[in-house]
T-cell receptor, first 117, second 114 residues
Framework: DQQVKQNSPSLSVQEGRISILNCDYT??????FLWYKKYPAEGPTFLIS?????DKNEDGRFTVFLNKSAKHLSLHIVPSQPGDSAVYFCAARGFPPLRDNFNKFYFGSGTKLNVKP | KAGVTQTPRYLIKTRGQQVTLSCSPI?????VSWYQQTPGQGLQFLFEYFSETQRNKGNFPGRFSGRQFSNSRSEMNVSTLELGDSALYLC?????????????FGPGTRLLVL
């Protein structure tokens, strides 16, 4: 059962425009969310995170929004650059006393972002 | 500071064989997690080790096992390989398994089972 879902396998955006990557989750016990970026032949690289007590976290061109009522997470990249082209994974982690492995990360299936010059 | 290293980077095995993958975490990191990545499935959690103890385990058969050594290095073993085990195996380390600890990933070991 996929507890974290990224329903868009790919996204294509023009350089300079905004990229919006979406993520939905089902478990209301998740309390910490992360975005990772992955280039081919490399492991995922941590990008940005957000705690469930916040609804927005910003780091340079990257902003993550959390809508707890909708169980929805999004990553905004503004402005998008060709170097941002990669696969983006969202991940969530639970917090005790979550019965099932509180320290286990649940990952989405990824969204491949292509930023066209 | 050196990142997470994984060896080997690529591996080809045949069905029925077994394989051992190695992961060296970032210096000072004591928690190591393993993930399997297959196309369309994202990263599937295998297990997590901290202080040489397995703390969490994902929904994988008993053919998948692992261990952690006193220097925090970790190994993952897959016995009686099946074609479906072909995947990228990623190792990630963090300082501790505590809440809101960020995991840092290695480059992965790509396993092909023929």
């Amino acid at each position: 059962d996929q507890q974290v879902k990224q329903n868009s396998p790919s996204l294509s955006v023009q350089e300079g425009r905004i990229s919006i990557l979406n993520c939905d989750y089902t478990n209301s016990m998740f309390d910490y969310f992360l975005w990772y970026k992955k280039y081919p032949a490399e492991g995922p690289t941590f990008l940005i995170s957000i705690s469930s007590i916040k609804d927005k976290n910003e780091d340079g061109r990257f902003t993550v929004f959390l809508n707890k009522s909708a169980k929805h997470l999004s990553l905004h990249i503004v402005p998008s650059q060709p170097g941002d082209s990669a696969v983006y994974f969202c991940a969530a982690r639970g917090f005790p006393p979550l019965r099932d492995n509180f320290n286990k990360f649940y990952f989405g299936s990824g969204t491949k972002l292509n930023v066209k010059p | 500071k050196a990142g997470v290293t994984q060896t080997p980077r690529y591996l080809i095995k045949t069905r029925g064989q077994q394989v051992t993958l190695s992961c060296s975490p970032i210096s000072g990191h004591r928690s190591v997690s393993w993930y399997q990545q297959t196309p369309g499935q994202g990263l599937q959690f295998l297990f997590e080790y901290f202080s040489e103890t397995q703390r969490n385990k994902g929904n994988f058969p008993g053919r998948f096992s692992g261990r952690q050594f006193s220097n925090s290095r970790s190994e993952m073993n897959v016995s009686t390989l099946e074609l479906g085990d072909s995947a990228l195996y990623l190792c990630a380390s963090s300082l501790t398994p505590g809440p809101q600890e960020t995991q840092y990933f290695g480059p992965g070991t790509r396993l092909l089972v023929l």
